[in-house]
């Protein structure tokens, strides 16, 4: 499981073409996503689980069609596929990082 400990990303338009099974947090704009912080979610309470998907395209392109989604974790090892909304209004979760299944 990769866990870099610090690479936080800002939201851009840009599409992440990248496809992995590891856990990435995401932020989602128009179906078009990239990873925030690879093996933590953001401590922000309660979220919710949108469904199962096979790609975190699949789970972006549900986030976007789900009502104020921005943030989204798509799972890996025992969460593989899980596709939640992410509640944090702000990229650097300002709750505080935890280590999980989800990126």
Do not use: M
Not at 61 to 83: E, H, I, P, V
Request: glycine share 6%.
């Amino acid at each position: 499981t990769p866990v870099d400990g610090g690479s936080t990303l800002l939201p851009s338009p840009e599409l992440d073409t990248h496809v992995s099974y590891d856990q990435w947090t995401y932020a989602s704009t128009d179906a078009s996503f990239h990873r925030i912080k690879a093996g933590y979610e953001c401590d922000d309470g309660a979220n919710t689980k949108l469904r199962d998907v096979d790609t975190p395209q699949e789970c972006a392109d549900s986030c976007a069609n789900y009502g104020n989604c921005t943030f989204f974790l798509y799972g890996f090892n025992t969460k593989r596929k899980q596709c939640w909304v992410e509640w944090t209004h702000s990229a650097d979760c300002p709750e505080g990082w935890e280590k999980d299944d989800f990126d």
